[in-house]
């Protein structure tokens, strides 16, 4: 088979003999730079997916082979001039055709959700969606889990803390956000206590109560009166769920809940260390509805549920 420019191959620079783990690994670096999120170019993010989808799958890329080689275009992905739209599919998905047309205006975070695939597709053909509707509709997934012993009723009682917070102050005014609670942690043996999924956006979500008072972060450390407290490790596993979602912005939040219900506190001051790379965020409760809220809003397609993330996460990823 002559490959071409149009070759989904030369778009994730593997060889026509890649195996399955090869697509996979290509994927995740092609993504990471075409990724709109992190300065890439949308229509080649659409074309590093496209592939992707096309050739994970055995059937569609025994396909793809023979189109590609008989000089067909059925599978060669959408041509340079049909403006491709970064309202693509996740990996995975079926619905590479269901982009938005050029000229559509773009949709906000505050309209109704849309699934991509849609589960209108599979009406009437057999096949089953990787989620039931139903499920894939619900804004809030799992409650917080009790673990351990010591400390249990302070950790729930900060969870549902923030379970509210995201429930009363986020989800109403994004349709399409997720909470998921208690999942397990991809990256070691501990728990995530929640994750908020919205469009190609993820934010990762820890807790902590604390009396109210000033304090500051520096980007890896929190303190109060010369005194630090560590907060949630997140760093960690916001860059395995990256890994494992590549085609995802995503980021690390601990908020921090006062003792005496006051979302304005504590306050928290940010004195950033020259040259620190700040992985997770910390923020009171106030900070987290409003930094939260700007995050989700402000990613492209808003408004889309990624349906095989969320069954991912619903499966708890591993």
């Known amino acids: 088979m002559t490959q071409g420019n149009s070759s989904h191959y030369q778009v994730l620079r593997i060889p026509v003999t890649a195996t399955e783990k090869e697509i996979k690994v290509a994927y995740r ?20 997916t496209l592939a992707y989808e096309t ?44 982009v938005r047309r050029p000229n559509t205006p773009r949709n906000t975070a ?77 990256a070691d043996n501990s728990h995530i206590d929640h ?17 109210p008072g000033a304090y500051a972060w520096n980007g890896s450390a ?19 769920m990256q890994d494992i979602f590549p085609e995802l912005n995503v980021t690390g939040w601990t908020v921090v809940h006062s003792t005496d219900g006051n979302l304005h506190e504590p306050v928290i001051d940010r004195h950033r260390r020259s040259g620190a790379h700040e992985t997770v965020q910390v923020v009171n409760a106030a900070g987290l509805a409003r930094g939260l809220k700007q995050f989700l809003s402000s990613g492209p397609a808003p408004n889309t549920v990624i349906v ?5 996460l619903l499966r708890g990823m591993h």
């Open 29 to 48: 670096k092609a993504a990471r730079t075409a990724h709109p999120d992190h300065g890439g170019d949308p229509a080649a993010f659409r074309r590093v």
């Open 55 to 98: 050739l994970i799958d055995a059937k569609s890329r025994a396909d793809y082979d023979r189109s590609y080689g008989s000089g067909g275009r059925a599978f060669a992905g959408p041509a340079p001039d049909e403006g491709a739209h970064f309202d693509a599919p996740a990996a995975g998905s079926r619905a590479s055709a269901n």
């Open 110 to 186: 505050s309209d109704a959700a849309v699934y991509i695939p849609p589960f209108e597709q599979y009406a009437g053909t057999g096949e089953v969606p990787l989620i039931p509707e139903s499920l894939a509709s619900q804004q809030v997934h799992g409650l917080p889990r009790k673990r351990g012993i010591f400390g249990a009723e302070a950790r729930i009682q900060r969870e549902m803390r923030t379970v509210q917070l995201i429930s009363r102050q986020i989800l109403p005014a994004v349709p399409a956000a997720r909470l998921i609670n208690g999942l397990q942690s991809p």
């Open 195 to 211: 994750v908020v999924l919205s469009g190609y956006r993820m934010a990762i979500i820890g807790s902590m109560l604390l009396p």
């Open 222 to 240: 929190l303190t109060h009166g010369g005194r630090s407290i560590a907060p949630p490790q997140l760093a960690h596993v916001v860059r395995r």
């Open 308 to 312: 095989p993330v969320l069954a991912r």
